[in-house]
């Protein structure tokens, strides 16, 4: 059964924020919300195999050592994908390798072992909030990766991801919209040392994530890490954020996927 983000994806295959979807393009919109979920299922593994759309450039890696990421479970299960198609069903829509690598070591270079503030927006599978918990635990922290994810469904495997990968003292999830989460979660921290935003990736959206973090993050030079830089929503956001606050952005494009790339924002 496909998650409600990867209907949506399909419907977003051209990668158009929806404010300049065409008459076309809202036609075809709504063609999708009639096709039968089995079909959709069908199709969307079609567009992954066949890299049409969104799934054209992927920066995603497969062949290699696979005890080189961060935790034993998530190494098997990538063991066990060639591709990005039984990638997604094993892993969902995760980041990969080597991001997956870049996100631990950045998280785990970045906290002290003692009042680390770590947010996540876009749970997905848990896949990213295995390798954040990961690296708090290896890094001697206490501390939980606090994530939130708007589909249920998705943070119910999630949670069972995280307790095979045995972190589940290290995560702490919530159900709803990012927006509604991280402002009470700004309001409750008086700093942010690290944020990973992999929720909604249209650029109004990622602005206000981002708005709402800014104070906390600022408040101790920490980070905002992004994903899905190289073009689209999230590159808009990343342009209006160097105008509006200036700060560092580090960009590392050959990663990830649809579309690739993962960026590290520092005031
Ligand atoms: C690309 S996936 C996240 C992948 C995950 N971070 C990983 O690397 O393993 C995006 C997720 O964001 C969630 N999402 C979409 N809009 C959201 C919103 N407004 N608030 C919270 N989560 C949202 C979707 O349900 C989906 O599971």
């Known amino acids: 059964m496909l998650t409600r983000w990867q209907l949506e994806s399909m419907d977003e295959l051209r990668e158009w924020p929806r404010e300049h979807l065409s008459v076309n393009e809202r036609m075809k919109k709504k063609a999708w ?102 690296a708090l635990k290896d890094a001697g922290s206490k501390e939980k990766v606090r994530t939130v994810d708007i589909d249920p469904e998705v943070v119910q495997r999630a949670k069972a991801n995280v307790e095979r990968a045995e972190l589940s003292d290290y995560v702490e999830f919530s159900v709803g919209d990012s927006i509604a989460f991280l402002k009470e979660f700004a309001d409750a921290h008086d700093h942010i040392d690290f944020a990973f935003l992999d929720g909604n990736h249209e650029v109004e959206h990622v602005e206000n994530e981002f708005e709402l973090l800014h104070a906390g993050i600022a408040a101790c030079l920490g980070k905002v890490y992004f994903d899905n830089t190289m073009s689209g929503g999230v590159a808009d956001a990343l342009r209006y954020i160097q105008d509006t606050h200036g700060g560092n952005l580090v960009r590392f494009d050959n990663c990830s996927w649809s579309p690739p790339g993962n960026a590290i924002w520092q005031p």
Not at 68 to 79: H, I, K, M, Q, R
Not at 85 to 103: C, D, F, H, Q, R
């Open 33 to 134: 919300a009639f096709v039968p979920e089995p079909m959709k299922d069908k199709v969307f593994g079609y567009a992954v195999r066949k890299g049409l759309g969104r799934f054209r450039d992927t920066c995603r890696m497969f062949d290699y050592n696979h005890h080189l990421v961060p935790n034993p479970y998530l190494g098997e299960l990538e063991s066990r994908s060639p591709d990005l198609e039984t990638a997604v069903k094993l892993t969902g829509l995760s980041i990969g390798y080597p991001a997956w690598n870049l996100l631990y070591y950045a998280l785990m270079c970045s906290i002290s072992t003692t009042d680390a503030v770590v947010v996540e927006t876009g749970t997905n599978h848990g896949f990213s909030t295995i390798v954040m918990a990961q």
